[in-house]
């Protein structure tokens, strides 16, 4: 199942289909309808967040999929599928790859991601695992644990990245995750044009994850009333 993954998605593109609670598109349907779309533009893959929408999601498409489960816990600010009560649900549904935030923050529980990995790796052999990075130290921590995937999905989101944007300085950044990374690297977070996504791949990456550009109409809209109101 995994490595047919990385064939199915290799230079193309995966979307992002995903909205919290707070989010006005919430509902698995929706998730469902999006997918769809992207399906139907030609994307290779699908990016989604809960058990329930990655279900409907399966329903509607025939697209593999890059499954997470976010959830905040009181005792740490990891929320990417932080724990391995979120990683079995997520890997049980058949998600081709399973996402998990992989910066070196606590995790919630006083849990360690090496244990996490040995024991994703015994329950579900076929499931492929993705690291979800924010620093090049990050990366390190993929090649130890032997992640299949590096995505750049938390460079920016966490404290020590903050105001920081993948795009920076043509992909400088990027290009070192490249260089260092030992398993293929998908290119994900702020890649919010087509011209950005496809300087992704021509520097190297296996694929790249746009998600709110295409996914996320409040954050879309808002971008062009600002640019309306400046
Ligand atoms: C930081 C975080 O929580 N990222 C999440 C990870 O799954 C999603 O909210 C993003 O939409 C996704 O990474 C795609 O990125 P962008 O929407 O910027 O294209």
Request: proline letters at 5%; a negative charge; aromatic letters at 4%.
């Amino acid at each position: 199942m995994g490595e047919n993954f990385l064939e199915q998605v290799k230079g193309k593109l995966i979307v992002s289909c995903q909205a919290l609670p707070n989010e006005p598109l919430h509902s698995s349907f929706i998730m469902s309808r999006m997918a769809l779309a992207a399906q139907l533009a030609g994307a290779a893959g699908i990016r989604a967040n809960s058990v329930v929408d990655i279900q409907a999601i399966q329903d509607e498409v025939e697209l593999p999929i890059i499954g997470l489960s976010k959830v905040d816990y009181p005792d740490s600010s990891v929320y990417i599928t932080p724990t391995l009560k979120e990683m079995r649900a997520v890997a049980a549904t058949g998600a081709q790859a399973v996402a998990c935030d992989l910066t070196r923050r606590k995790r919630p529980n006083g849990e360690q991601i090496a244990d996490i990995v040995d024991q994703m790796r015994n329950e579900f052999p076929e499931t492929l695992l993705m690291a979800d990075t924010a620093t090049l130290e990050d990366v390190k921590l993929a090649n130890e644990l032997g992640f299949d995937i590096v995505g750049t999905t938390m460079h920016g989101y966490t404290p020590e990245t903050a105001g920081k944007n993948l795009a920076d300085n043509d992909f400088a950044y990027l290009k070192e995750v490249l260089a260092l990374s030992d398993a293929p690297v998908i290119a994900e977070g702020k890649v919010d044009t087509p011209a950005k996504a496809k300087r992704c791949l021509e520097l190297g990456c296996h694929a790249v994850v746009v998600g709110g550009a295409i996914t996320r109409p409040l954050e879309i809209a808002s971008r062009f009333v600002q640019a309306i109101n400046e």
